[in-house]
T-cell receptor
């Protein structure tokens, strides 16, 4: 069974640009989560999608947005990039919503802002 | 409130047992998780425990939960050099929002 896949592996952008990160969940999983792992800040929850809808959002500005497609894959978009957006962005998926559904993670996209 | 704390670093010798500790403040947390992150990789789910359990064993891994003290530990028996990684403790509060709150991670270094 293929795990969670993320693309690209690395992404280099400059300040003010826009970045799009992609995630394919494990087959059969309907929930997709995005987390940011920035140096010194640890892992922080960004967004949660289930069945195409945004279910919850972390404490991030509106320039962080995303969507989930009918095939349950997801995109994370970051507009007006700032230097502090440099981080590893991790996507996770689970069978569905609910505290008893463990989240399985991909290897992440490393976003570097120059 | 939600806050998960872990010690930052642990060093052990190969073959010894490792114990990684975690404390959390949300006493209503339902599930508690342990993840492993190797350099340049994502998070690997190791194990998880429901809050009404005291202990869970899975091969070399033993999870102990003391709900009264809000303390969670992960014991790795017969630690190997391949176990060197960062270990994260995470909780899911019963908010229905299915999000994970992580500790800052414990770096485990296993020396031969």
């Amino acid at each position: 069974e293929a795990g969670v896949t993320q693309s690209p592996t690395h992404l280099i952008k400059t300040r003010g640009q826009q970045a799009t990160l992609r995630c394919s969940p494990i087959s059969g999983h309907t929930s997709v989560y995005w987390y940011q792992q920035a140096l010194g800040l640890g892992l922080q929850f960004l967004l949660w999608y289930d069945e195409g809808e945004e279910r919850n959002r972390g404490n991030f500005p509106p320039r962080f947005s995303g969507r989930q497609f009918p095939n349950y894959s997801s995109e994370l978009n970051v507009n007006a990039l700032e230097l502090e957006d440099s981080a590893l962005y991790l996507c996770a998926s689970s069978l569905g919503p609910g505290d008893n559904q463990p989240q399985h993670f991909g290897d992440g996209t490393r976003l570097s802002i120059l | 409130g939600e806050d998960v704390e872990q010690s930052l670093f642990l060093s052990v010798r190969e073959g010894d047992s490792s114990v990684i500790n975690c404390t959390y403040t949300d006493s209503s947390s339902t599930y508690l998780y342990w993840y492993k992150q190797e350099p340049g990789a994502g998070l690997q789910l190791l194990t998880y425990i429901f809050s009404n359990m005291d202990m869970k064993q899975d091969q070399r891994l033993t999870v102990l939960l003391n709900k009264k003290d809000k303390h969670l530990s992960l014991r790795i028996a017969d630690t190997q050099t391949g176990d060197s990684a960062i270990y994260f403790c995470a909780e899911t509060p019963p908010s229905g929002y299915s999000t994970l709150t992580f500790g800052k991670g414990t770096m485990l270094l296993v020396s031969p």
